[in-house]
Every structure is written in structure tokens, then in C-alpha cells.
């Protein structure tokens, strides 16, 4: 390897300057950047005080929350205090007013079983002693004594408080013994009750039995046919309250439609006065983007809360924000295609001697249409996800109920039904707009094709 | 030049007589297809008002009332509310207690109450972008296809970006709203998750694109994955990535406001209630403050795009 000289390299350095004598800021600009970012992140840190949101916030609850998306308990008590032990359910439990579950036995001997996940999880109690056996051990609880007493070694699926012994069973549920009760929570896999509730006739029945007696049944409710009252049944479920999420999802498509379309229509013709090369004069053009900038700064969230003050909450304030909006975004995008149309084809046409409206018809439309057709179907996309989230303020659709459900904290099997929905509302209408873009660009496409071919 | 075109007799006729069908036969189209469209205009119209607390034509002729309570008796207590100076119509109602929000910095200097509610805001919208930004880069790489390194790993990046980006993000925010307490840290994770599958969308369509003479170079010379991401992709989409990502601090600064309304905490939060119960003052502030942020945020990011990837940046759909 030859060395190079140090007039060899001074010339090389004379011959790039570009590269070996960059200015300070294309030096440290980067690095500059990335310092100023990470100063950032510490004064954000600070800002939200993070390390105490974090200290304070429970994160042992996600994985609760994250089954109970997909599964559901039943939480009997059993007093013990009593003559005879017998089980206590919620009033409202998923099983119904007249629960006798097979996994609750009542043995010979006057004790209980309860098999949480068949016999590899289950606790056997008297009034005076309980033996609870899961991950293959086997602890006896004696309870005779005014206070839990466990004998023998502890094993770390058990904690054991002053009055209570805690029974962790991982998903299957828990079991809570002190000395005058014991507290089971038995976790299951699915959603209860999702076709009828408790109160349904047909609770409880098999789908072949409710099919027979759909089609061949005594009429379980004089007068009404036992079809109308299985629909009715279903769209009434106390718990699930199918009707009211699908309408209330309805009115989250209908507002996202509307106004877009609403929108759409608006701002039709106010593009072609916004747009530089269609209306000479500069001060309608000006005054007109400045409206469509002014639409979209004041942003949905506040045109949702002022409808919802003037219309009261419901889809109508929804609707009114999502156009109003969008009046703003179609209108600047609309008239920004205007100003980028091929000149020609609108040439032609004056020269045929026809009158604005007509000029604009034949030489500027055919260019456009496709495109607005094209921004349009993208923001109406865009704006059924919006749509849930304004609703949330009070704007109607899902996303108030949604949020209602979500607040209480405890119907997150509901809270991901909904979730459900939405996703499969999001994905059948990004198809159908991803569609038809791909059918209209397939005609611009064959179009420029055309002319390309006809030179 | 002559031109002998030799027609079969009644050809012209023909010809018009088809050119008729076929315009009157779209014409037809065309009105069925308005037509529809009119109904289905119509029955939402009719399904929305109906739907709805207060309906369209009770309520309208209302709505001058409703702007009447935004009027304020004194048009200076706007910049009283803006700035937390005591107003001299000061009742001891919320409507007016404008100096009970200052933010004490340091002796008798303060911050006024709605600007460092809006700082939260925009501090929310730049943090999640940041998380967003930070993830979507390395899975855009990996969830391109010319530059992937397993294609079932892209196909469980992009169902997993895809995931992220339809997942409503109130349903997140509350998730973490019962988790880390109701506030801009459930708002930012939100935003944060969402945001990553929406930039990585956009940044792996980039990346689809890129010219790979630069990373058949370096694959000649044997480097591995990460660097020819870093020497051969990077160099070539940064800019374009810089710009998506401005154009997503937008959308997170008018989200951000939203997850405030609906307890994310920030202007959102102050703005709902104020407006639920009728504060004209402090609306009128709130507004103004709001409008004006979403306002210069739009143009500086529109002057930085402009400045890094030129006009091309506009061409681009939002």
C-alpha cells in the first residue's frame, strides 16, 4: 500500500472542499438534533412526572382486564355461619335466577366441592376445615380456631392474611376462605349470555332445542310467535344490548357519511372559486382558502362540542362537526387538483365558444372528477374512525357508549364486542373505498394510456 | 389530398343511432346513481335527526340563542381568562375565577392556566409522535419488501402495524386510563400506538420505493442487515419520513385535544366544560388559544416539509 504525501493530501483536500470543510451546521446539525430531542424527552419526563404516574399505576391489572375481554366469572359465596352451607349467587349472575352448577357439589358428609378447573383445582370445605388443592399439592385449612390456620408448608400460590387465606388458581379464578365464608371465582372462557340473557324463556337451551321450539314450539308467550320473541329476545339482551350497539353503531357510519358527503357537496363549488386558475381574481381565491384553513383549524373536537351544546347529544352534532370539517379539508383539497389540471382540454373547449359553466363542465370536470371522487372516499374512511372518537364527547354513535362501558371498568367483554364491531366496520369500508380508488385510478390510468397512445 | 372513405349507405346513420343509446343509456346511469345517492342522503339525514336528543328543525331556531351565551358581557375578560387576570366581574362563580389557574413558576411570575394546559396537550402530541417514530422506523424496514429480512417476520410486523392502526385509540386510552390514573400519560400511550401503525404504513410505502443500487453495493461488499438499512435505506428515505412525520404531529395535536376532552387531560378537558356549561369568556379563550396553536403548528410544519423535501411534500395526500 502506497502512502500518500502531505501535499497529495492537501490537494485532495483543496480538490473536495464540499467534503472535508462542510459548514458547522452539516457538521453537528444531526447531532445537534438528536441532543436537542433526548433534552426534550428529559424535560417531558419532568413535565409528566413520569416516574410517579409510573410508581402509582397498577400494572398487575392489565392482564386482568386483558382476560376479562374474552371470558367471564361467576363469584358464589358460601356461608359457613349457617345451618346448612349453602351457596349465594350475585343477583345478577350470568347463570340465571335458579343457578345448580355441576362443578358445585354437595357431598354425603354435609361438605362442598367445588371444582374451579375439574379436580386438578378444586377446594373441598366443611365448617370446619377446607382443603384446597391445585399444581398438584394439597393444603388443608383449619377453621376451627376463630382464625384460618393453614398446616403445613405454604406453597407461593397461597397468601396468607390474618382472616383470610387467598387461593391463587392463575386463570381458572381464586378461592378466599376465612373462618365464616369462603369466596369462590370461577373464570370462564368466551362470552355469557351473548344470544339471550337470564330473562329470556329459551335461557339456557341448547340451539337445537331453541330451533325445535322456534319451529314447532307451544308459543311461550301467548300472542307472539316464538320467532318474534327470539329476535326480540336477542336485540333486548339486558346484557349485551345488541339493538343499542348496532344502532349505535349506525349512527357512527351514518355520521361519517353524511358528512362527508355534506361536506363534499359544499365545497364542490367553492374549490372552483378557491382555485387560482379557474377565478382570476385573487381576493375571492384568498378569501376562500382562508375560510377552508379556518374550517379545519378549529378542528372537529371543538365543532362536536358546540353542536352537542346547540343540537343536544346524538348523531346530528356529529354530522354537523364532521361537515363542517370537512368543508375545510375538501374544500383545500379540491381546489389544490384544480390548480394542477392539464390546461389544455378547458383551452379547447373556450375555443369552441362555450359559457363559463359549460367550459367548466366539459374542459375542467372530466379531469377532476376522479380525483375529488378519490379524496373524497379516503377522507370518508378516515373519518368513520373519527367518528368514534367525537362521539365520545358526546357527539353520538359507538364511541359515547363505548366509553360509558369503559368507565365502569368492569364490562371490558362488552368494551371488545364493540371493539369487534368497529374493526369489522373499519376493514369492510377500507376495502370498498380501496376498491373503487383502484377502479377510478385503473380509469385514469387507461385514460392517460389512451392519450399517450394517440401521442 | 382527397379522402375516399367509402361508407356503406345509412353507416352515419348507424353510427348516430348507437352514439344516442350510449349516451342516453349513461345519462340513464347517471341519474340513478344521483338518484341513490339523493335517497341515501336523505334517510341518514332523517336517521341522524331522528336519532338524535334535540332535533335539526326544533333546535334551529335556537341556535342564535345558543350564540348568545358565547357573547361575553365584557369583551376584555377574553384576554383576562387567556392571561388569568382577575376580572372585575369576578362573582365567585367558575364563570370568572380566572386567577385561580395560575401556575406559579418562580416569585410572582406565572404561566396562565389555558397556556400550560395546551402545553400538555402539545407535549402529548410531540412525545407520542416521538414513540411513534421511534418504532416505525425499524419496522418499516423490516415490513418492507426489497429490504426484509424473513418475509413471515414482515407478514407479523404489518398484521401487527395494521392492528395498531384500526384499534380505536379511546379504547386504548381507557385500557390505560384504568392502569397508569386518567390522564396525558394514558393519552399518550394511546396516540403513541396508534401513531406506530400509522407512520409505519406510511414509511414502509416509502421504502418500497427506494432506489437499491446503494444496497446491492453494500451487499457486495458483505455487509449485514443493519447496515444495509443504515448506509443504503436510511440516507435515501430520512427526508421523506421527517415529513410524514411533521404531518403526523398535526394529527396528533387535534387528537391529542380530543383524548383531553374525554379525560386525557390538557385544553380538551378545560374546553369541554367550559362549553357544557356555557363560560363565554373562557370559551372565547379557549378557542382563540387552540385555533391559533393548531394554526402556527400547521404552517411551521408545512415551512420544515417544504424546506426538507420541496414542493413534492403537497402533492402527497394528508
Sequence with gaps: MTT?????????EERFPQVFHRPFHKRFGPLLLVGGIFLYLLYALWFFNLPQVMRESHWERLPLFLTQWISYDVQPIFRLDEPQITAKYPRFSVLGPNPNPDWVKTNADGSVTILIDGTAKSITFNKTQATITANSETVAVGLGTGKPLISGPVPGWITAHEDEVVADMGFAGEARVTVDRVRIRKRFLGWANFVFDTRSPFFGKSASEVASL???GPELKPGTSNLALAGDNIWNNAQWQHGDVWSKLLQTIVMAFLGTMLGGIVAFPLAFFAARNITPSRLVNQVLKRFFDFMRSIDMLIWALFFTRAFGPGPLAGSAAIFF???GTLGKTYSEALENIDDKPREGVVSTGANGLLVQRYGVLPEVVPVFISQTLYQWESNTRGATIIGAVGAGGIGLK???AMRTNSNWANVFYMVLLILLVVFIFDNISNFLRRRLSQTIHDYNRIQAEQG | MTLSVTAPPGATHQMADAWRRQTSLRRLYTAIGVGLLILALGSTMWFADEANAGHFFDRLPHLLDFLSWLVPKDWNDIWRAMFDIASPHDTGTQEFNFPLGRAYVWGSFYIPEYFELMLTTLNVALVSTFIGFVFAVPFSFIAARNLTPHPVLRLVVKRFMELLRAFPEIVIAGLFAAIVSIGPIAAIIAIGLHSIGALGKLFYEINENIDMRAEEGLRAVGANWFERVRFAGLPQVLPNF?????????????ISTIMGAVGGGGIGEELKLS???GFGAKTIALVLLLF?????V???????RRKLVGEQAFAMSP
Design chain 1, 402 to 404: 363505548l366509553w360509558e
Design chain 1, 325 to 327: 370539517t370537512e368543508v
Design chain 2, 242 to 254: 421527517m415529513s410524514y412525520t411533521l404531518l403526523r404531529v398535526e394529527i396528533n395535536v387535534r
Design chain 2, 292 to 296: 391559533t396553536t393548531i394554526f402556527i
Design chain 1, 214 to 216: 322456534i319451529v314447532s
Design chain 2, 298 to 304: 400547521d404552517q411551521f410544519s408545512a415551512w420544515l
Design chain 1, 4 to 12: 500518500m504525501t502531505a501535499d497529495q493530501i492537501q490537494s485532495i
Design chain 2, 275 to 277: 362549553i357544557s356549561r
